[in-house]
């Protein structure tokens, strides 16, 4: 699998970010945040022979400006089921233009909701790739297994 910067991964999220939901991410200076119980997490798995998990976790506050951004309201209306609507397509997104940077001829699973603690299971399997827009966290992490 091909091994990609933080920086290419930040361009990667903010080509699905920045003309749907107008916020663009970079690589974090100081990549330390803890994904922690608050953080939402979605995943989605691309099985075949080279099998990868893709996932998208992001804190609270930035799951809900997402989920504003895409429903069109306040991040202070959004509720659970439009954060999971919001995480899944950035996922379902962002793997998809993994795959075509990365050369990867495999099919595309279903995004789900998952515990975000599944990003700290088994961490020899997980990249970790810390991103901020702003004040907001996001991590985009690739398993070289399906989770």
């Known amino acids: 699998m091909q091994d990609l910067a933080t920086e290419d991964m930040a361009r990667i999220v903010s080509r699905v970010t920045e003309p749907v939901l107008g916020m663009t991410f970079v690589a974090a200076i100081n990549g330390d945040a803890a994904i922690g119980d608050e953080w939402k997490t979605a995943a989605l798995p691309i099985d075949g022979t080279n099998p990868l998990t893709v996932a998208v976790s992001a804190d609270d506050a ?13 991040a202070n209306k959004v509720d659970e089921a439009m954060v999971a609507d919001a995480l899944c397509e950035l996922v379902n997104m962002t793997a998809g233009l993994l795959k075509s940077s990365m050369g990867i001829d495999q099919s595309l699973g279903l995004p789900s909701m998952r515990q975000s603690d599944l990003l700290c299971a088994d961490s020899g399997s ?14 985009l992490a690739i398993a070289t297994r399906i989770y």
């Not at 930035?62 to 306040?74: D, I």
């Not at 997980?126 to 991590?139: E, I, P, S, Y």
């Open 62 to 74: 930035c799951a809900r400006v997402l989920g504003g951004n895409m429903f069109g309201m306040e």
């Open 126 to 139: 997980w990249k970790h790739h810390f991103l901020r827009a702003d004040a907001l966290n996001l991590v």
